[in-house]
């Protein structure tokens, strides 16, 4: 059988805050195919956030496995897991991580030059993912000078430059008004289409709605597995809706 994209095995983390153990993660198995889009979901301080940051090695696990693309996570150095990140990863943050010296624009320039892409076509797909995603006119403003969904919508255009394999994304519609929630779905779902995976965290049953998979974390372990299958038809949303729902509340939502 061919490796899936993501591969987690066992995965545990803890932190340690003032000599008390925090067991965040207690051996989460998970496996997502590419091409997938699979929502996370579950109560605050499940340790969804905590789940991402593992397994997209931005944050080192306390045990277990994770492999992505081939690749066993704990046996890269600092440069391979950078250039992973890099070339084959998209993020959205809770916080986002903006650079405050650089306007949006060059935010989101920056991670396609430093993957060495040719810088015209950086440029043009920067600007034609701005004009998508309505921000265009905020391109060379300060990031203290836009609000808090243009700069959510800037972070997707920087997750979306380097057409990564792969989109992790934790709550990224949560600042957002229901328009421009539908922007970023829509800009996600365009991404999803082309092939990108998306794990993605949501609060939203609506936005869980247009997932292919929904994961419910308690605990730090996955308690329950929504199988909704590629969304064919926009009719088919309510009855998703309400199928999402029924069994939220069957895990006690
Ligand atoms: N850097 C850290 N150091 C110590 N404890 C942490 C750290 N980050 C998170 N935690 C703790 O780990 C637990 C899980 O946090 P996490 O952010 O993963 O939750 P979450 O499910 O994303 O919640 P929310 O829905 O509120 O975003 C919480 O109890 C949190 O306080
Ligand atoms: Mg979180």
């Not at 986002?96 to 810088?119: E, S, T, V, W």
Request: proline share 2%.
């Amino acid at each position: 059988m061919m490796e899936k994209l993501l591969s987690v095995k066992a995965l545990c983390k803890t932190y340690i805050l003032k000599g008390s153990t925090n067991n965040v993660l207690r051996g989460v198995d998970l496996e997502i195919g590419a091409g997938e889009f699979v929502c996370i979901m579950g109560p605050s301080g499940s340790g969804k956030s905590t789940l991402l940051y593992t397994v997209s090695g931005m944050d080192n696990m306390t045990s277990g496995s994770v492999r992505f693309d081939g690749r066993e996570l704990a046996e890269l150095d600092r440069k391979e897991l950078a250039d992973l990140r890099l070339h084959e990863m998209g993020f959205i943050f809770q916080q986002m991580y903006m650079l405050k010296k650089l306007c949006i624009l060059d935010n989101i320039l920056l991670p396609g030059f430093q993957a060495g892409g040719d810088r015209v076509k950086v440029r043009e797909r920067a600007e034609q993912l701005m004009r998508r995603l309505d921000i265009i006119d905020c391109a060379e403003r300060e990031i203290t000078e836009v609000s808090g969904g243009q700069l959510q919508r800037a972070c997707l255009c920087r997750a979306l430059i380097n057409e990564p394999k792969v989109v992790f994304a934790d709550e990224p519609t949560g600042a957002l008004n229901s328009k421009a929630a539908e922007e970023v779905m829509r800009e996600l779902i365009a991404a999803n289409s082309r092939g990108t995976t998306i794990l993605m965290i949501t609060h939203s049953v609506k936005v869980a709605a247009r997932s292919s998979r929904v994961l419910y974390l308690v605990d730090g372990n996955i308690q329950g597995e929504l199988e909704l299958g590629s969304l064919k038809d926009e009719n088919e949303l309510t009855k998703r809706e309400r199928a999402i729902n029924t069994w939220l509340m069957d895990r006690g939502w």
